[in-house]
C-alpha cells in the first residue's frame, strides 16, 4: 500500500522513512493557493525594483554584485558554482527524506517558489527517483547548499540520479521514471539549495533509529537480569522516585512491566554490577536527552528553512538567516553522546554475560564446549571494535566553526556532519545490540535460565526460533543482523 503524505499537514518521521519508497505526496488546495500567492507577491516586489537576494544579487560573499538579468540564467547563476561536493553519494533514501522535507518547507508559502516546483517534488517523490548527492561540501550554514544543489540540478536533468536503484544520468533516469527536467528560475534554484533539510532528515532519522536501539536495550537489560536471576530492586518505584528524573522514572515503570513475574534465583550478589543496577538511571538520562532531540526535530520538521522570506500580508521581504542549521547541529551531536553511552552499556553488558567469574558459571565466552569451540568470541571482539569506532568519532561537530565565503559565514554550525555522523553510528549501535542479544540467545543454550518473566522469554523464544544456537562455530556476522531485527521488531508488540 502506497503511503499518502500531505503537504497541508505536520511532517513526522514516520514519512521519511517511508519516502525510502515511492510515496503519494498531496499537494491540496491550501497549499496551491499559498504557494502561488507567495510567487505572486514576489514578482510584486520584483516589479517594484526592492532588491531580493538571489533573484537580484550574487550569491554569499558576492551579495554586493548584480545578479543575471534574466531569471532563468540566474538559475545556473545560483547552481554551477555549487557543483563541488565530494565523496560518496548518499543513500538514496536519505536523499528522498530531503526532497520531502525540501517540499514541505516549499510548501508553507514563504519561499517564494513557483507552484510548479512543489509539483515536481512530489511527482519525483512517486516514483523511485532520488537524487545522487555527495555526502561532503555542506557546512550546514546557509542550507545544505552543495547536497542540495546536485539535488536541484538532478532535477533539471543535470548530473546523476537513481532510479529502481541505478546509478545514472539525471536526464536519463527523469526519462526512466516519466519525469521532465525542471525549469527553475533564480528565486527557484536558491529556495531549493538555501534550507537545511538535509542536515534535518539526518537527525530525525537518527533520532528514530537510536530511539529503537533504546527501547530495544532496556529490553535486554531486563531479559540479562531474568536470565541471571537478578533481584529486580534497582528498578523499585520508590528507589528512582526519589532520584527525581523524569526519564529515569519512565524507563523503570517500562523496563518493571517488562520483568513481571520474574523470579530472582537468591544466587547473585545483594548489588549487582553498574551495568545492570545503575541501567535505569543511565537509560533514564538518554531518555531526557531524546526527548530534547524530540523536539528539536519537530520544530525543524515545521520550520521554514530559506532565505529571504516573503510576507505578503504585511508587504515584506525579509533576509535572515533561517538556513542556520545549529538547532539540529547540536540535537545530533546530543544523539551521538547518547548513542555512544548506550554502545558503553551493551557492550560491557555482553563482556558480563560472556565472562564465567560474573555470569553464573555459564561457559566462558557462552561456547558449548570450551576450547574445542569458541562461541561469542568473535563477536564479543567485533563489538569491542564498534564501540571503539563509536567512541572515536564521538567528538561534538557543532562547536567546530570554521570562517568561510570571505568571512560572510564567519560562524557556521557543521550541522550536516554532526547528523550524517549520528545516523552512520546508529547503524553500529545496532549492532552491538544485536550483538548482545545473540549472546544471550546463546546463553540460555549453554545452560543459562529461561527467563521467568514472560515478556523476556518471548523475546528469547523469538530469537531462538530465528536464530540457531552456536553449536558448533559458525560464522557470525548475519546472525548479529538477524539478532537484532528480532529485537526491534519485537519491540512492537514487547
Do not use: W
Not at 565523496?87 to 517540499?103: E, Q, V, W, Y
Amino acid at each position: 500500500m502506497t503511503i499518502e503524505v500531505d503537504l497541508a499537514a505536520p511532517l513526522r518521521i514516520a514519512d521519511l522513512r517511508a519516502a525510502r519508497e515511492p510515496i503519494t505526496v498531496l499537494v491540496g488546495p491550501e497549499v496551491r493557493e499559498r504557494v502561488t500567492a507567495g510567487r505572486a507577491f514576489l514578482a510584486k516586489v520584483l516589479g517594484d525594483d526592492r532588491a531580493v537576494y538571489g533573484a537580484t544579487t550574487g550569491f554569499g560573499a558576492l551579495v554586493g554584485y548584480a545578479g543575471r538579468a534574466d531569471q532563468r540564467d540566474q538559475a545556473d547563476n545560483t547552481l554551477a558554482h555549487l557543483g563541488a561536493g565530494h565523496g560518496p553519494d548518499l543513500d538514496p533514501g536519505l536523499a528522498r527524506a530531503t526532497m520531502l522535507l525540501r517540499a514541505h518547507s516549499l510548501a508553507r508559502g514563504a519561499s517564494g517558489v513557483s507552484p510548479h516546483v512543489v509539483d515536481a517534488l512530489a511527482a519525483a517523490l512517486g516514483t523511485t527517483f532520488a537524487p545522487a548527492m555527495p555526502r561532503l561540501g555542506s557546512v550546514g550554514a546557509s542550507g545544505d547548499l552543495i547536497p542540495l544543489g546536485a539535488a536541484a540540478q538532478a532535477l533539471r536533468g543535470r548530473g546523476n540520479a537513481y532510479v529502481y536503484g541505478d546509478r545514472l544520468p539525471a536526464a536519463e533516469a527523469l526519462d526512466r521514471a516519466g519525469l521532465a527536467p525542471l525549469p527553475l528560475d533564480g528565486r527557484d534554484a536558491l529556495a531549493l539549495v538555501n534550507g537545511t533539510s538535509l542536515t534535518t532528515a539526518a537527525t530525525a532519522l537518527a533520532l528514530d533509529r537510536i530511539r529503537t536501539s533504546h527501547r530495544v536495550i532496556q529490553l535486554l537489560t531486563c531479559v540479562l537480569a531474568d536470565l541471571l536471576g537478578c533481584d529486580p530492586q534497582f528498578l523499585d518505584a520508590s528507589l528512582l522516585n526519589s532520584y527525581g528524573h523524569a526519564g529515569a522514572v519512565a524507563v523503570g515503570a517500562t523496563m518493571r512491566a517488562f520483568l513481571a513475574g520474574a523470579t530472582p534465583s537468591g544466587t547473585r550478589p545483594l548489588q549487582e554490577p553498574y551495568s545492570i543496577r545503575c541501567t535505569p538511571q543511565l537509560l533514564g538520562a538518554a531518555e531526557d536527552a531524546l526527548r530534547y532531540v524530540d523536539g528539536v526535530v519537530a520544530a525543524d520538521l515545521a520550520s521554514v528553512s530559506d532565505n529571504p522570506l516573503f510576507y505578503a500580508g504585511a508587504d515584506k521581504v525579509i533576509h535572515g538567516g533561517n538556513f542556520f542549521g545549529q538547532p539540529a547541529a547540536f540535537a545530533a551531536d546530543v544523539l551521538t553522546m547518547v548513542l555512544a553511552q548506550l554502545g558503553n552499556l551493551a557492550e560491557r553488558q555482553l563482556d558480563l554475560l560472556v565472562d564465567p567469574i560474573r555470569n553464573g558459571g555459564l561457559p566462558p565466552m557462552l561456547a558449548a564446549g570450551p576450547g574445542q569451540q569458541h562461541g561469542l568470541q568473535g563477536v564479543q571482539l567485533a563489538s569491542t571494535a564498534l564501540i571503539a569506532e563509536i567512541r572515536r568519532d564521538a567528538m561534538p561537530a557543532s562547536i567546530q566553526s570554521l570562517p568561510t565565503n570571505l568571512h560572510n559565514q564567519d560562524i557556521i554550525p557543521l550541522g550536516t556532519q554532526a547528523a550524517l555522523r549520528a545516523l552512520d553510528q546508529s547503524h553500529l549501535l545496532s549492532l552491538i545490540t544485536g550483538s548482545l542479544a545473540l549472546g544471550l540467545r546463546q546463553a540460555v543454550h549453554v545452560g543459562g535460565r529461561i527467563p521467568s518473566a514472560s515478556t523476556c522469554a518471548r523475546l528469547v523464544a523469538a530469537l531462538s526460533d530465528a536464530i540457531p544456537a552456536v553449536d558448533p562455530d559458525r560464522p557470525l556476522e548475519a546472525d548479529v543482523r538477524r539478532a537484532a531485527q528480532v529485537a526491534e521488531s519485537h519491540m512492537a508488540t514487547a
